[in-house]
Structure formats: structure tokens, C-alpha cells
């Protein structure tokens, strides 16, 4: 498996990051993922602006231009010979004497790799997935994708051992997001329910794609919160995310959601995604 880090390709047993690395001292550092289908990057522009907000936010200088990025990123999917799965970048502050105070000279840490993975035959995608709730405890600029991530860590590892694939967080009653997903949604007169964008969530790339999708499909869109209670009312749920697509749930805290089957709206935005992120020629 090759890896990038710092400027060169190499096995990922031969890349090593300092010990002295802020990412690992501090989480002082941002991260990007994107999915990858059909050898193709999926929605890489947006991903690659969200990038450049976050290091703007926190301060680290971007290290590359989008078109280098871009480079690497085909690169690294070329050299692994992925067809399908995920790509994950991230850029830390760099590597300086343990101080909370910004390094005067370093040079931000770049590693990158890929996850293979089947995406669009997944087979959550046909039988759905179970969240459970459970309390939002992370920091208050959920809008910069941060690689400190302890609070998903715990909310997922719950996730899990309630026997669930996903956590859906909570504030104030209403359910800010996924533990790593956008959450929605689907009302039993059909419309699709979705939080605004706010420092309260991440501004998923997928949700973006979702949303336009949905809007040239004609289905009513509410761009509002919801409440726990209202998702174990609704006539279907699901979640997006740059390495699931469009993923049906189909029981939140234990209960059935609709029929406990992945629903019809659904379904039809899973398959529009999916043509969406095709290459034409193989669609
Ligand atoms: N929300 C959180 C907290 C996430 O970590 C992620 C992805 O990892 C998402 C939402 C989905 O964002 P995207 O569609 O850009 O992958």
C-alpha cells in the first residue's frame, strides 16, 4: 500500500511522522475525505474549498493549490490501483517543541492514503442501518473539519455497542448530525428534513450534492432542526457521507423507522447520487 506523505509516495511502512508532530501532540490539524468511484473523484472541487475554509479558520497555510492537489490525489489512486473506496488528506500545523503557542517556522504535515471499499454495493445500502442517540459533546466549530475527533470516537464506539453502525449526536433535544455522516429526515407527507448549515454541524459535501439532487427531482425540502421525537415519527431516515453515499436507516434507539425497511425517497436519492457520481460512459 503506498502512501503520501510530505512530498513523496512511499510504502506506508516507511512513513513516519515525528514524534513531535502537533497533529498527534495537540489534534492541531484538518482532514479531508473524499469517495472515489469508478476510478473517478467525487465532488474533489467542493471537498478541496472545504479544505481551504478550515486551514483558513485555524490558521495553517494551505500547502498545495487545488490542481496540486488534485495531482496528488489522482496520483495516489493510480498507484494503488483503487477503482473504488476513499481518499483521506490531512494537513497538520507541523513539528515543533511542545508549545500551545503557533510554531514561528513550520512546515504544515501532509499524509494522505486510500481505503478500498465497495460503495455502491454495499450492503448496508440494501438492508439499511440502526442509529442510536446519543449526547453531543463536541467543541463549537463543527463546521471545521477538525481531526479532533475523540468525541465521534466515544459516540460511534456507543454506537456500536448498542448494537447500531451510526450515532446520531443530540443538543437541546434536536439532532445536530452524524457521528461521520449527515443526518435526514423524511416526513410522512414527504418531505425531506434537514439541519441548516451552522457551526453546529460540518457542511457535508454529500448533503450539498443531496440537496441539489433532490431539488431537481421536485421533492419538498425543509432546511430545519429536528427533534429526536420527530425521527422516530418519520416515514424514513437516512445519511450521507462521502464514503456511503446515500444510506438508508432503518431503526433509531431500537425503534422501526416507517416499516423498518429502507424507504421510497430513499431509495430513489441513493440511485440518483449513484448516477450522478458515475462516469457517464459506465453508467
Ligand atoms: N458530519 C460529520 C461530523 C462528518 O465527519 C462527516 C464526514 O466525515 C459528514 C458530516 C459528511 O460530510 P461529507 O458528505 O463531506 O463526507
Known sequence: RIVFL?????PIEEAKVPFMDRGFLFGDGVYE???????????????????ERSLAEVH???PYSRAEWTRL???????????????????????????????????????????????????AARTGIAVVTVPDQRWGR????????????????????AGAQ??????????????????????????IVVRPLSNAILPGITRKSLLRLSEEAGIPLEERRFTV???????????????????????????PVGDGKPGP?????RELYLSMARVPALA
Open 229 to 255: 421525537e420527530e425521527a422516530y415519527d418519520a416515514a424514513e431516515a437516512f445519511l450521507t457521507s462521502a464514503s456511503n453515499f446515500v444510506l438508508p436507516i432503518v431503526s433509531i434507539d431500537g425503534r
Open 73 to 123: 490525489q489522482e496520483e495516489i489512486v493510480r498507484r494503488n490501483g483503487m477503482t473504488e473506496g476513499f481518499i483521506y488528506f490531512q494537513v497538520t500545523r507541523g513539528v515543533a517543541e511542545r508549545d500551545f503557542f503557533f510554531p514561528e517556522n513550520a512546515e504544515p504535515t501532509v499524509a494522505m492514503f486510500t481505503q478500498a471499499k465497495a460503495i455502491a454495493d454495499a450492503p
Open 60 to 62: 495553517i497555510r494551505n
Open 265 to 269: 425517497i430513499t431509495k430513489r436519492l
Open 142 to 161: 463543527r463546521d471545521i473539519k477538525s481531526i479532533n475527533l475523540l468525541a465521534q470516537v466515544l459516540a460511534k464506539q456507543a454506537a456500536k455497542e
Open 166 to 191: 451510526e450515532a446520531w449526536l443530540v443538543e437541546d433535544g434536536y439532532v445536530t448530525e452524524g457521528g461521520s455522516s449527515s443526518g435526514f429526515i423524511v416526513t410522512k407527507k414527504g418531505s
Open 6 to 10: 510530505n512530498g513523496s509516495f512511499l
Open 33 to 51: 475525505g473524499i469517495g472515489v468511484l469508478d476510478g473517478q473523484l467525487i465532488d474533489n472541487e467542493a471537498h478541496l474549498e472545504r479544505l
